[in-house]
């Protein structure tokens, strides 16, 4: 019950901060339809409600992030979507619109730890999956960068839980879409990601350890 309160909560932030995500999002020259998906997304976004708890651990205002957190809208929706439609002229017409959009972003690191979690496997097998269903380190490297915007003391330990969590939900998602053929390898590399973001989980913040993963494990489990 407490666990299903706080998304309640969620909610009700995002609900209630509508107009300035719609705003921010229409200022950057995306047409109605586009805004309305993107924010209809915010209502069950895991990366985003993560990164609002994160700024809430770090003691920082909410207030204070709110360009950030529709970067992480506008990039899990053009994630999403390019997995599903990758020749639809329409992705590249939002990627060009992105481009603006994320020249503001600063960013600390170009780790790639996507590329690290593969280098455990000599497998060609599960190298041919990763790239033909991962490979998006471009993306989860903004994510990163977003979370690393949240305390300059902590940027690479920010930037860690920030790709990795979004890699890790990325694969929870994608993993019961995907054909048996490559399903026994994502399963192998999402279960290697699994500890990394562990690892980073704690590094970032060990008292408030369990309070991420059980949040994170409870909203994948409710809406993947």
């Not at 299903?4 to 609900?15: E, Q, R």
């Not at 929706?77 to 481009?99: A, G, P, R, S």
């Amino acid at each position: 019950m407490k666990n299903h309160k706080k998304i309640k909560s969620y909610k009700i932030f995002i609900k209630n901060h509508k107009k300035i995500f719609q705003k921010i999002v229409s200022d950057e020259g995306f047409d109605n339809s586009q805004v309305k998906k993107i924010f209809k997304l915010s209502q069950k976004n895991i990366i985003l409600r993560l990164f609002l708890n994160v700024v809430t651990i770090e003691k920082k205002h909410l207030s204070s992030f709110y360009n950030e957190a529709v970067f992480l809208l506008i990039i899990f929706w053009f994630i999403d979507n390019d997995f599903e439609y990758k020749k639809n002229q329409d992705q590249f017409n939002f990627q060009v619109k992105l481009k603006n959009f994320l020249n503001n972003l600063t960013i600390s690191s170009d780790l790639n730890l996507e590329e690290e979690i593969l280098k455990s496997y000599d497998t060609e097998d599960l190298k041919k999956s990763h790239n033909d269903i991962l490979n998006k380190h471009n993306w989860f490297k903004l994510c990163g960068n977003i979370f690393a915007s949240i305390s300059l003391e902590k940027k690479q330990e920010l930037y860690n839980y920030g790709y990795l969590v979004s890699l890790f939900i990325f694969i929870s998602f994608q993993y019961k879409k995907i054909n048996i053929e490559n399903s026994e390898n994502l399963y192998i590399y999402k279960l290697n990601a699994n500890t990394k973001l562990n690892e980073a989980t704690m590094k970032l913040s060990p008292i408030q350890f369990n309070h991420l993963i059980l949040k994170t494990n409870h909203w994948l489990e409710k809406l993947s």
